[in-house]
């Protein structure tokens, strides 16, 4: 892929980041860095168990502590006690029963840090035990009682298509599993709260992905108007769902409302493993059939995600996961059983992926069983059963995107492979890497695939709009919008609209808080369609009234008016200006709600056309493996990733390196190990992300097909990178060492022993 | 807190003397992120990184030893001269942490905590340094061996600094080998360090055990099975390694199992026994 940069940084070239020297420098101000005058500190109390009666909290010492200003419980909260994305099923505080390790049972607000954790510490709080359920098969089975009022299962669907009695001469069948993964922001969840002066109000600066969800939800427990409840994004380090849902909102909230100072809560590292919902562990169960050419036929398949003590987005996930048990790939039967179910681990919600990554994993493991069956390769084996545009899916919906799925495998396969490992070969790039654990004649070489579909933008009827308001004044352009930049770079993609649409250079982007209509979330890989379509369409409202008042002035009619690079031209007559000089003196502002097309819900069969669009990717792993000690290096990753249209290249190129990282990570090393509700490996030293001497060389291609639903051509680039490789990567593993390894992340003794 | 700044060891050993149980800090990459965690709150704290007899380095030819200070940090002992005379230190130095890590991490915090993971002990134990250890007016030599008494226990007095270990320079091929979950930074989940050092073989395990291991049988078998230029058979080396294998003491915990830690660790055996710079 090559990187252009011109002069002006308009839509296809590679602006960069407005913040991003100030990032590597260190100066970049995230939340976690805001301070105030006068500011208190907050901090939570969790439960230490899983599943427990709380019997009573004595916080009379806790009050007795200098600098101690307020202790709240969940009898301090004014409106609503729980809160959810879907369903409002989790409390602010739990008051009656703990039903995770990690759940907030109160919060303080203390002068400094440290007097707040002495304060925590001086809370008593007296636990009766309850069993934990930690199996979600018996979440299922509904033989142990219900451990919250809404019951243990989360929500069940089926997908029924086609001739469900359909065979072929080959029948493959898997069971995967699939850890859970940690999103693993860098920047812990942090917020700084500011009460109203009349103490009616607040004002909240914090890290999300979604300000006004954040405000109607922390509205509804703080029993105030949404108006009172203003949010402002704070600076965002990373996101990748844990981000979506309430964690400190409501306490900063409530403690600054309480104490009328403003209140920051930050969360530590081991803190933020309790303070947000993870990738969804699954247990996937396939069983494919296929024709003697490996051309499917029916697949069967049950997939059971553990969405943990609160409901969070598991019904969503859920339904991404069933409805993507295919693949990018042409069957028209199949049956399918999904749950959701609710036991005392972890919640669990929203990551990178959305349940599409389960099931990628299940479904590429079974190509590669067709294809052994089939005598074929594994290439192809997904080139005979790649989807094209047209296509149906198992719901009935037909896939109207682009669907350049076999020009994906094709180009990738086309990229070279990497050199084979030399005699003489430095350790360090060897598995085991710096330990020196190996020598080049104990490594053995595999090559494995990965191909996705996932589903971008909101599903199941939900209208996720976006909000944006463009001011052009005296040649300049401000856009305003609540796009939370998390990382992704919408803040640069804007500008490079509005200079695109309005022939204009200077342009700002507003602070994003809820003083403009909603932009949804940023998640789902939307913002670049979905605010990207606000922003566009708000330009564009804009030119037009700028062609009008050229019009007028000069006398020409507005519709020969077109905008050439930073001119205004009349394409039938001689008049050129520049937009600079025609905007002098003059203000336009236009907002505009760009909305997708509607969806539907599925019915009891499964059946609908619940999702807006769809995007595709291709990976190709190449992995070394020391078979014996089950080390494993990630030598090269070739992807090529169905894009629309490359906004900003270099941005789609971060998205795919990034995105590829963390595929690895849940490959090969990332999980929660959750015991009996307990997590055991709460920190940076022992849930381990890759290093630079983990990551692999990544060579990317990208298919420029401009989708015409796409409001700039451009779909979603943010989840596919992380979805297809995780499976790429293990199945280069397998193919190493010619045995089957039914789970992720593969750890070394699954490989050795 | 108080923090006291000694500039020579002998105003070290005696701030450590009149403050008893003072807290000792070097390059504090474990100490900080115990007090970090709140699971210690030391009340005085002796800094010694402007204490020059524990930040260097000497060779004693006569001898045939090193001795390294217990603050020269990890980095001086991953490439240069100390990387020549101990290749195995080398290699168990640029396992530890990250470059920021291995600027500050040194020897005397290894000891001091006494962790069986930490990296650099298996090769102080196979070559059976010496630590020695200062209070005031005296000095104490003490086995390594001796030394590490149990997890996270030694045989420091609290009125002593460890001020450093001798080492003899290798006369024999020797190496050092780790297995984590990653590739780079990270805690081992088993490691090992070979040598063979005037012509006795030694193998001492990291992360198998309460303490680094040394594995007697395996020993012993081996140097009864060395051919005459020292080398070893591949049937001789899974032997060494099954040995080794059985001497380990590994358990099961959220990094690994007891099985794949001993079966990892005889891996490593006899990889290393076959491996190693050549004397």
């Not at chain 1, 200098?66 to 959810?84: C, F, M, Q, R, S």
């Not at chain 1, 003590?309 to 693949?327: K, R």
């Not at chain 1, 056309?609 to 595709?616: L, P, R």
Request: charged share 20%.
């Amino acid at each position: 892929m090559t990187i252009t940069k011109t002069r002006r940084d308009v839509l296809g070239n590679s602006a960069l980041r407005p913040d991003g020297a100030a990032k590597v420098r260190g100066d970049f101000s995230f939340t976690s860095d805001l301070n105030a005058e006068n500011m208190l500190w907050g901090a939570t109390l969790r439960s230490p168990h899983a599943h427990a009666r709380i019997i009573s909290i004595d916080y009379s010492e806790a009050w007795k502590i200098t600098g101690v200003e307020t202790i709240i419980t969940a009898d301090d909260v004014p409106g609503l006690p729980t809160y959810g994305l879907i369903s409002q099923d989790q409390p602010v505080f739990a008051r009656d029963i703990v039903r995770y390790m990690g759940e907030p049972i109160a919060a303080v607000a203390a002068d400094h840090p440290e007097t707040c954790r002495r304060a925590l510490a001086a809370i008593k709080v007296e636990y009766e035990l309850l069993p934990v359920l930690s199996e979600p098969e018996d979440a299922i089975s509904g033989t142990v009682p219900a451990i919250h009022p809404d019951g243990n299962l989360i929500r069940h669907q089926r997908i029924v298509a086609g001739d469900v009695s359909a065979t072929g001469p080959i029948v493959v069948e898997g069971t995967y599993d699939i850890g859970m993964q940690d999103q693993a922001f860098l920047g812990t969840e942090a917020a700084l709260g500011f009460p109203d002066h009349d103490g009616h109000g607040v004002e909240v600066h914090v890290a999300t992905q979604w300000l006004h969800e954040d405000q109607k939800q922390m509205a509804a427990c703080l029993g105030l108007p949404e108006n009172r409840v203003r949010l402002v994004l704070g600076g965002v380090g990373g996101a990748f769902g844990a981000r979506e849902d309430i964690s400190l909102q409501v306490h900063t909230a409530l403690l600054a409302l309480r104490t009328k100072r403003p209140v920051k809560m930050q969360y530590g590292r081991e803190e933020s493993f309790f303070g947000h919902v993870h990738r969804h562990p699954a247990k996937v169960w396939m069983r494919h059939h296929a024709d003697q050419n490996g051309k499917l036929i029916k697949i069967e398949a049950r997939f059971v995600f553990d969405g943990g003590a609160y409901a969070s987005t598991s019904s969503a996930v859920l339904i991404n996961g069933v409805t993507h048990t295919q693949g990018p790939y042409v069957c028209h039967n199949a049956i399918v059983d999904g749950y959701a179910v609710r036991t005392n681990n972890p919640p669990c919600g929203a990551m990178r992926g959305f349940g599409v990554v389960q099931a990628c994993f299940a479904h590429e493991g079974q190509m590669d069983k067709i294809a052994a069956a089939a005598g074929i390769d594994p290439v192809t084996v997904r080139l005979i059963n790649a989807m094209k545009t047209g296509d149906t899916l198992i719901t009935g919906q037909t896939v109207e995107s682009v669907a350049p799925v076999e020009r994906l495998i094709r180009e990738t396969n086309e990229i070279p492979l990497p050199a084979p490992l030399p005699d003489v070969v430095d350790e360090l790039h060897l598995p085991g890497g710096s330990g020196i654990t190996s020598e080049r004649k104990h490594i053995r070489r595999g090559i494995g695939w990965g191909v996705s579909i996932k589903n971008i933008m909101y599903s199941e009827g939900f209208d996720d709009y976006s909000t944006a308001r463009c001011t052009l004044k005296d040649g300049a352009v401000t856009l305003k919008f609540a796009t939370s930049e998390v990382g992704q770079g919408f803040v640069t993609l804007a500008p490079q609209i509005a200079r695109s649409v309005l022939g204009v250079d200077d342009v700002v982007c507003d602070t994003i808080d809820t003083n403009i209509g909603s932009a949804g979330s940023t998640s789902a890989s939307r913002q670049t369609w979905m605010s990207g379509g606000a922003v566009d369409g708000a330009c564009r409202l804009v030119r037009e009234r700028l062609f009008e008042h050229v019009g007028a002035k000069y006398g020409v009619d507005p519709i020969r008016l077109i905008i050439d690079d930073t001119d205004i031209v009349d394409t039938v007559g001689t008049l050129r200006v520049s937009v600079h000089e025609a905007t002098q003196g003059v203000t336009i502002s236009e907002e505009f709600e760009h909305h997708h097309r509607p969806t539907e819900d599925l019915d009891e069969n499964g059946q609908g056309n619940c999702h807006v669009a769809f995007a595709f990717v291709a990976h190709r792993a190449v992995v070394d493996v020391d078979p014996e000690l089950g080390l494993v290096k990630v030598v090269q990753i070739a992807t090529t990733q169905d894009v629309g249209k490359a906004l900003n290249p270099l941005s789609v190129l971060g998205q795919i390196e990034g995105g590829i990282a963390q595929g690895l990570g849940l490959a090969v090393m990332e999980e929660i190990i959750v015991e009996n509700g307990r997590v055991r490996n709460p920190s940076f030293t022992d849930y381990l992300l890759p290093t630079a001497l983990d990551a692999p060389v990544v060579v990317a291609r990208l298919v420029e097909e401009p989708d015409p639903q796409a409001p700039l051509g451009a779909k979603g680039v943010g989840e596919p990178p992380c979805i297809s490789v995780t499976p790429a990567i293990v199945a280069a593993i397998r193919d190493a060492i010619g045995k089957d390894i039914p789970r992720c992340p593969v750890r070394p003794q699954d490989i050795c022993l | 807190m108080p923090v006291l700044l000694p500039t020579s060891l002998s105003e070290a050993t005696q701030m450590l003397s009149d403050t008893p149980g003072a807290t000792l800090l070097a390059g504090g990459t474990d100490l900080m992120v115990e007090v970090n965690f709140n699971h210690r709150k030391p009340n005085d704290v002796i800094a010694l990184r402007h204490v020059p007899e524990l930040s260097q380095w000497s060779l004693n030819k006569v001898a045939g030893t090193v001795f390294i200070g217990s603050a020269v940090p990890y980095k001086h002992m991953e490439s240069g001269e100390l990387a020549q005379l101990v290749p195995a230190l080398a290699q168990a130095a640029r396992t530890v942490g990250s470059p920021q890590i291995r600027a500050a991490g040194s020897i005397g915090g290894n000891l001091g905590t006494c962790s069986p993971a930490g990296d650099s002990l298996p090769v102080l134990s196979a070559l059976d340094a010496i630590v020695h250890l200062a209070s005031v007016n005296t000095t104490r030599d003490v086995p390594v061996s001796d030394f590490m008494v149990g997890p996270k226990r030694n045989s420091r007095e609290q009125n002593e600094i460890i001020l450093g270990v001798t080492l003899p320079i290798r006369n024999g091929r020797q190496g050092y080998a780790k297995v984590g979950v990653r590739n780079a930074m990270v805690i081992s989940v088993a490691s090992a360090c070979f040598a063979l050092q005037d012509g006795s073989p030694r193998i001492a395990l990291g992360s198998v055990g309460p303490t680094v291991l040394r594995c007697p049988h395996a020993e012993q078998f081996l140097s009864q099975n060395l051919a005459a230029d020292g080398s070893v058979s591949d049937d001789v080396a899974k032997e060494f390694g099954r040995l080794v294998s059985q001497e380990s003491k590994p358990i099961d915990d959220h990094r690994s199992t007891a099985v794949y830690r001993r079966h990892a660790v005889g891996v490593l055996a006899q990889r290393l026994v076959q491996r190693g710079v050549q004397s």
